[in-house]
């Protein structure tokens, strides 16, 4: 009840819209068995579709915890928690490329698809790269990304060496390794959904990375930082 509280004040929601609120989060709350009946579901569509689970793709499934769905709702500034369109995700990992489209072929037949989102067709700068699907399962939105294993390679990297360091010009650097990560696979096969860069692989990489700018720590004047201690 606190988490609907706490909805109700960043939302500014009326006591209709709380009550709305409050069965949508008892139906989230279901919504954590009904993560393991889709992962199952999708398993047996994929594998009787031709695609074997642990060999030709993975896959993984999350919810968004309440702390999380009020941290988007702040990030985002939605009004309505029910423009929320992924308390639920699914991750599917492929092989290869061609593998995408075939998946999102089999979703489209079984589920309500939402909305689409192709990062392959209409890649950011960042060099982003995968399919995202919206889809209604058991009237509970789903996010489903799905993506190649070489997308998933550049995304570690990136997400664990650049996301998460202070280095300046962040989207133009992720652009740059996207690009070195796929000249390094261009003369390699992906033999494996579970394939990885070397640490050699890895370690050049960091080398090059090296070279490029962090952002400078802020300098805190002294008589400012006394103040601060006071306070």
């Not at 939302?11 to 989060?25: H, P, V």
């Not at 209604?136 to 996010?143: A, L, Q, R, S, W």
Request: hydrophobic fraction near 35%; aromatic fraction near 10%.
């Amino acid at each position: 009840m606190n988490f609907i509280m706490n909805l109700k004040r960043r939302l500014c929601m009326s006591n209709n819209k709380l009550k709305k609120s409050a069965i949508f989060f008892r139906n989230y709350l279901e919504s954590q068995d009904y993560l393991k009946l889709l992962q199952f579901d999708l398993i047996q569509l994929l594998d009787s579709s031709g695609f074997f689970y642990g060999f030709d793709y993975s896959l993984k499934g999350r919810y968004k915890t309440p702390q999380s769905i009020i941290e988007k709702i702040d990030r985002k500034g939605y009004k309505e928690i029910q423009q929320l369109t992924d308390l639920m995700g699914v991750s599917i990992v492929c092989k290869s490329q061609e593998d995408v489209p075939k998946i999102q072929n089999i979703i489209n037949e079984h589920f309500k698809c939402v909305e689409i989102s192709d990062y392959y067709t209409h890649t950011p700068k960042s060099g982003y790269t995968a399919l995202h699907m919206d889809i209604k399962y058991k009237k509970m939105p789903v996010e489903i990304q799905i993506k190649d294993t070489l997308s998933k390679i550049k995304q570690k990297y990136i997400h664990d060496r650049i996301y998460k360091s202070d280095l300046e010009n962040k989207e133009m650097v992720n652009a740059i390794f996207v690009q070195k990560i796929d000249e390094i696979f261009s003369n390699r096969k992906i033999s494996s959904i579970d394939q990885t860069l070397s640490a050699r692989d890895i370690k050049k990489l960091d080398k090059e990375l090296s070279y490029y700018p962090h952002k400078k720590p802020k300098i805190v004047a002294s008589a400012q930082f006394e103040e601060a201690i006071e306070l």
